[in-house]
Nanobody, 126 residues
């Protein structure tokens, strides 16, 4: 299983970025997907998760209304659209995947995921 995250970069506060995570080596539509982030000197934290079909999503409170997670099962890709970015969103962002038998499962804990991509760095200048 490989997860390849991309789309990070430097953006001014108030701007937008779209992260992508391309998955291979797995039956993508059978996996719950998540985005996490880790700022320098801080622990990795949950950002968003999406169910296998994409019908259910959940976000951490600090990004609600600004970030949107989505997936394209035909392209084995999960996205994180980030709008109205703030300096406190600066972090390395990681995608994660976990097999689930339940179509509506959502996973918020990092320990719930078996597969992780490499981080993509998002830097928001104030």
């Amino acid at each position: 299983v490989q997860l390849q995250a991309s789309g990070g970069g430097l953006v001014q506060a108030g701007g937008s970025l779209r992260l992508s995570c391309a998955a291979s080596g797995l039956a993508f539509s059978s996996y719950v997907m998540g985005w996490f982030r880790q700022a320098p000197g801080k622990e990795r934290e949950f950002v968003a998760t999406i169910s296998r079909s994409g019908g259910s999503t959940r976000y951490t409170d600090s990004v609600k209304g600004r970030f949107t997670i989505s997936r394209d099962n035909a392209k084995n890709t999960v996205f994180l659209q980030m709008n109205y970015l703030k300096a406190e969103d600066t972090a390395a962002y990681y995608c994660a995947a976990q097999f689930s038998l339940k179509s509506d499962s959502l996973l918020m804990g990092s320990g719930s995921y078996n597969y992780w991509g490499q981080g993509t760095l998002v830097t928001v200048s104030s």
